[in-house]
T-cell receptor, first 114, second 114 residues
């Protein structure tokens, strides 16, 4: 079984500041890791994913995440926040196999202030 | 470029009433999913259809039924709605039922059971 913990249900940053959203996972087998973004009143959209290969993964809108096996982490970062980044972000984990095993975290709401 | 379309977007039901949420995808995907999203709980899988003609229970199937009508359409039925089923429901699809595949989400259906 796998699980995901997102540290901080709400994060507030100033426009132009670094965005860091934390995600730690638990998995008994090598994980596949995902970050999804949900804008108000919309569905989830994939930001980036790690399956195998390079541990630093770049996604859309300038976001990236690094898979750190030793720390069981997959934190999401963006060097400079923009007002349009305000949304809810979900980390998710699955093990190799079927997509029905995808487990979502509880989400982190990102607020960007002027 | 519709992607995953679900209807209705908003619905209020009385306890005991029934309703069906409709979902269609135009990406020729084999696999389709129904999730519910509740505050502080992330997304939880209700039912999925790995391929046309098959359906399987997810994490929280009680009180729901599904029908994979054809490759494009996957409906979710509440036979006797309960207040505990007040939630936001997301239909989703992926090319195949594999954990590395990207899952594409609809915009959600807000259901309130009074």
């Amino acid at each position: 079984a796998q699980s995901v913990t997102q540290l901080g249900s709400h994060v507030s940053v100033s426009e132009g500041a670094l965005v860091l959203l934390r995600c730690n996972y638990s998995s008994s087998v090598p994980p596949y890791l995902f970050w999804y973004v949900q804008y108000p009143n919309q569905g989830l959209q994939l930001l980036l994913k790690y399956t195998t290969g390079a541990t630093l993964v770049k996604g859309i809108n300038g976001f990236e995440a690094e898979f750190k096996k030793s720390e069981t982490s997959f934190h999401l970062t963006k060097p400079s926040a923009h007002m349009s980044d305000a949304a809810e972000y979900f980390c998710a984990v699955s093990a190799a196999g079927t997509a029905s095993k995808l487990t979502f975290g509880t989400g982190t709401r990102l607020q960007v202030t002027l | 470029n519709a992607g995953v379309t679900q209807t209705p977007k908003f619905q209020v039901l009385k306890t005991g009433q029934s309703m069906t949420l409709q979902c269609a995808q135009d990406m020729n995907h084999n696999s389709m999913y129904w999730y519910r999203q509740d505050p502080g709980m992330g997304l939880r899988l209700i039912y999925y259809s790995a391929s046309e003609g098959t359906t399987d229970k997810g994490e929280v199937p009680n009180g729901y039924n599904v029908s994979r009508l054809n490759k494009r359409e996957f409906s979710l039925r509440l036979e006797s709605a309960a207040p505990s089923q007040t939630s936001v429901y997301f239909c989703a699809s992926s090319e195949a039922h594999l954990s590395g595949n990207t899952i594409y989400f609809g915009e959600g259906s807000w259901l309130t059971v009074v």
